[in-house]
């Protein structure tokens, strides 16, 4: 591409000879109608330009079914480059010849028969949006050196970059060669224990064949064709502004950064904002599926600019998960934060659904039962209420260690990487009461206080007698209440953020895409596509209503019951107060308020004075 008299058709016809591949000259491919009116000398306008464009994208098309083809086209605007791309964004590569008005008036010159008025030439130049994704090539270089850095590029060039090989990473890399992506991939160079891992990385696997492996910054962000698209997989935190900082000196105006980690949706605003004044696109990832999802298709959820999101479409969609329509799970969420955010609250509910199952675990234990009657349960569960957590739960408690258990071997303090408190902070601070999720938050920092656990355990013994009374099928209605409403209370916090934040999120598309893919994918979750089409919130829905109404009696039941045994059920205990408090019309919370006013002049408002004025009374009198 390039404007008249740049060389475009003398280039490709030797790149052709070259290469061995066909070539066409767009000029051969005007309709009758555009020839007429050129012949006429009257100039071609964007409606006659558009008909002969799609005849070249149809060429372009079918000539990629066979193998290649190299086409000649001035292709001066975007939106001319948009049409000739259509269908083949992955596979085109552009190249502009790109010269000053006064060296391709020159070269028009000295050109024999040929003349073009110096006013057309400059009209051209004036319409010309050069590219920023093209091989850009000075015309001034001899036709030799412009044929060799034209293939020389071309062969080098990727598509796509990652950087950051660690566990998901590498499952990424892997999930995006196998699509046939060109991928550039970059891990950092420790001396003596990180040495060329992109390189040894490579040689492991068949489908890496075709990668670019580096461990150098540099040479890694050169190898990736413009604008550039990277991908980063590293810790979350500091790590992430140090490797931008890195990153920064070697990118160009309109590059992509993608941050896949589980970073806060706070600090992504703030990177894609000083981002912004560096013209680099910033877009925050959730992806979520771990190391085998990252693999064979996490669920991914995007945040950050809309156009920049087109840019990096076709690869995340293609490495992403299929739901039942065997549409991709991956999906654009909105501006800034807010990938990042839907992320942070899917883990948020990942919890709960764990603690869950961990106090369905201490329930059916308490019964008498071991993992391997337990799982068997379990088992039996998945018929109505399945969900990926509930899989491999049946599978850790079938897992063996020499005569034991190997669940009866592991040491009872659960771990955390931070997105379940900065999701209890941001339900606080948005002031949403997803209080399932405090609850299964604080139940992993009590068990963190092992020693201190054991000697509350002597000193506050259990001297209950009664026995549980419930049936495996009272424990299976409770834990289906339960869920309900933790995703009732999660989905809450995301379309309290959405109002809060003018993110404008699409519910129904949010659980579509955490159909598959995900940690948190479930039967239930695909329930949850089609009610969020009608409603933002699940506690309105008829058949929640119903459900809802159906399991409550025996959830209180088992409650009450675990509570009587002294069993700590922390989350199924909340899912209950929790509704009980919301389905109250007329609460306690005027007690709050006139607490409030008696010590500190709060002021109250009156149920019987609809202005909303506010009152306040000398309690004392
Ligand atoms: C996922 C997981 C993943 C990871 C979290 C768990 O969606 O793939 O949520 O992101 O397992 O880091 O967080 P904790 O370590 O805090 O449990």
């Given amino acids: 591409m390039g404007v008249s008299g740049c060389g475009k058709s003398t280039i490709g016809q030797l790149l052709s000879n070259e290469m061995n591949i066909p070539f066409f000259d767009g000029d051969d491919y005007h309709p009758e109608s555009n020839i007429a009116k050129m012949s006429k000398g009257e100039a071609l306008n964007d409606h006659d330009r558009f008909g002969w464009l799609k005849?070249?994208?149809?060429?372009?098309?079918?000539?990629?079914?066979?193998?290649?083809?190299?086409?000649?086209?001035?292709?001066?605007?975007?939106?001319?480059?948009?049409?000739?791309?259509e269908g083949i964004q992955n596979s085109t590569k552009w190249v502009f010849l790109k010269g000053s008005f006064e060296q391709i008036t020159d070269r028009i010159n000295k050109r024999k028969n040929h003349f073009m008025?110096?006013?057309?030439?400059?009209?051209?130049?004036?319409?010309?949006?050069?590219p920023t994704e093209a091989i850009t090539i000075d015309v001034n270089l001899s036709t030799k050196q412009i044929i060799k850095k034209v293939i020389d590029q071309l062969k080098n060039n990727s598509e796509f970059g990652l950087f950051g090989l660690g566990v998901m990473g590498k499952s990424l890399a892997r999930n995006l060669a196998s699509k046939e992506f060109k991928i550039s991939m970059f891990n950092r160079h420790v001396k003596d224990s990180e040495e060329n891992v992109a390189i040894h990385f490579k040689d492991e696997f068949e489908e890496l064949s075709n990668t670019l492996p580096f461990d150098t910054i540099e040479a890694f962000v050169n190898s990736i064709k413009k604008p550039r698209k990277i991908l980063m997989m590293v810790n979350a935190g500091n790590i992430t502004d140090s490797v931008i900082k890195n990153l920064l000196p070697f990118l160009s105006k309109g590059d992509i950064l993608i941050d896949g980690g589980n970073s806060n949706y706070?600090?992504?605003?703030?990177?894609?904002?000083?981002?912004?004044?560096?013209?680099?696109?910033?877009?925050?990832?959730?992806?979520?599926?771990?190391?085998?999802?990252?693999?064979?298709?996490?669920?991914?959820?995007?945040?950050?600019?809309?156009?920049?999101?087109?840019?990096?479409?076709?690869?995340?969609?293609?490495?992403?998960?299929?739901?039942?329509?065997?549409?991709?799970?991956?999906?654009?969420?909105?501006?800034?934060?807010?990938?990042?955010?839907?992320?942070?609250?899917?883990?948020?509910?990942?919890?709960?659904?764990?603690?869950?199952?961990?106090?369905?675990?201490?329930?059916?234990k308490s019964s008498g039962n071991n993992p391997d009657e337990i799982a068997s349960i379990l088992e039996l569960w998945k018929s109505t209420?399945?969900?990926?957590?509930?899989?491999?739960?049946?599978?850790?408690?079938?897992?063996?260690?020499?005569?034991?258990?190997?669940?009866?071997?592991?040491?009872?303090?659960?771990?955390?990487?931070?997105?379940?408190?900065?999701?209890?902070?941001?339900?606080?601070?948005?002031?949403?009461?997803s209080t399932m999720i405090a609850s299964a938050l604080f139940a992993r920092y009590t068990s963190f206080y092992k020693e201190e656990r054991i000697t509350a355990s002597k000193n506050f013994e259990s001297n209950t007698v009664s026995k549980l009374t419930i049936t495996n099928e009272d424990i299976l209605k409770t834990y289906q209440f339960a869920r309900i409403i933790n995703h009732h209370q999660g989905f809450k916090l995301i379309e309290e953020a959405s109002k809060s934040y003018k993110w404008n999120l699409n519910l129904s598309e949010l659980s579509r895409i955490w159909t598959n893919g995900c940690i948190i994918k479930s039967d239930l979750m695909i329930e949850f596509v089609t009610i969020f089409k009608s409603t933002s919130n699940l506690l309105t829905d008829p058949e929640i209503i119903k459900k809802i109404k159906e399991l409550k009696p025996t959830a209180k039941k088992v409650v009450s019951e675990c509570i009587l045994n002294d069993l700590p059920i922390s989350s199924l205990n909340e899912s209950i107060n929790f509704l009980n408090s919301f389905a109250t019309a007329n609460s306690s919370a005027n007690l709050i308020q006139a607490q409030r006013d008696y010590f500190g002049a709060h002021t109250y408002q009156r149920i019987d004075d609809k202005s909303n004025k506010n009152y306040h009374t000398n309690w004392k009198n």
Avoid at 117 to 130: A, C, G, V
């Fill in 55 to 85: 005849i070249l994208n149809k060429l372009a098309n079918t000539q990629l079914k066979n193998s290649s083809c190299i086409i000649a086209c001035s292709a001066l605007k975007n939106s001319y480059r948009d049409i000739l791309n």
């Fill in 117 to 130: 008025s110096s006013e057309l030439l400059q009209s051209q130049f004036n319409t010309i949006e050069e």
């Fill in 266 to 364: 706070n600090k992504t605003k703030e990177r894609f904002d000083y981002l912004k004044s560096k013209n680099i696109h910033f877009i925050g990832a959730g992806v979520s599926g771990g190391e085998e999802g990252a693999l064979k298709g996490p669920s991914i959820m995007l945040g950050g600019n809309k156009e920049a999101y087109k840019k990096v479409e076709p690869f995340l969609e293609a490495i992403s998960a299929k739901d039942k329509n065997s549409l991709p799970c991956c999906a654009y969420i909105g501006p800034e934060g807010s990938g990042h955010f839907v992320k942070m609250v899917h883990n948020g509910i990942e919890y709960v659904e764990m603690q869950l199952l961990a106090e369905v675990f201490v329930i059916l």
């Fill in 385 to 433: 209420t399945n969900s990926y957590l509930l899989e491999i739960t049946i599978d850790i408690l079938r897992k063996k260690d020499g005569n034991d258990w190997l669940i009866n071997k592991i040491m009872d303090k659960a771990g955390n990487k931070g997105t379940g408190n900065w999701t209890t902070i941001a339900t606080a601070q948005l002031g949403v009461p």
